[in-house]
């Protein structure tokens, strides 16, 4: 089992920024990707940001790619993602997901991973 706490979101400015933090525990994360996916009311659940956990390697949706950074805190055992340049249509709640996928391609979809967390509220004023 892998537990997964999210954190860090909030009511924000347009412009402004936040981070994002989720903390890990369970078993261990060798081989995991951790990725963010974002809800909005009325929309699809979709792909935001995914890091491999030990090569740290990093993958962006579009959207957000320029303007935010994943990271993490191998220590920790968190995962962090640093929003910036927040526009309105960034407002949903975001979810920490952690998985096992076969290949990068599949970082981009959300049934690809195993564990999910409770999600955060990002809300961003116009």
């Known amino acids: 089992q892998v537990q997964l706490v999210e954190s860090g979101g909030g009511l924000v400015q347009a412009g402004g920024s936040l981070r994002l933090s989720c903390a890990a525990s369970?078993?261990?994360?060798?081989?995991?990707?951790m990725g963010w996916f974002r809800q909005a009311p009325g929309k699809e659940r979709e792909f935001v940001a995914a890091?491999?956990?030990?090569?740290?390697?990093?993958y962006y949706a579009d959207s957000v790619k320029g303007r935010s950074t994943i990271s993490r805190d191998v220590a920790k055992i968190t995962v962090y993602l640093q929003m910036n340049s927040l526009k309105p249509e960034d407002t949903a709640v975001y979810y920490c997901?952690?998985?096992?996928?076969?290949?990068?391609?599949?970082?981009?979809?959300?049934?690809?991973?195993?564990?999910w967390g409770q999600g955060t509220q990002v809300t961003v004023s116009s």
């Open positions: 997901a952690a998985g096992l996928p076969t290949w990068s391609g599949n970082y981009y979809y959300a049934h690809k991973y195993d564990y």
């Open positions: 369970g078993r261990t994360f060798s081989n995991y990707a």
């Open positions: 890091i491999a956990w030990s090569s740290g390697s990093t």
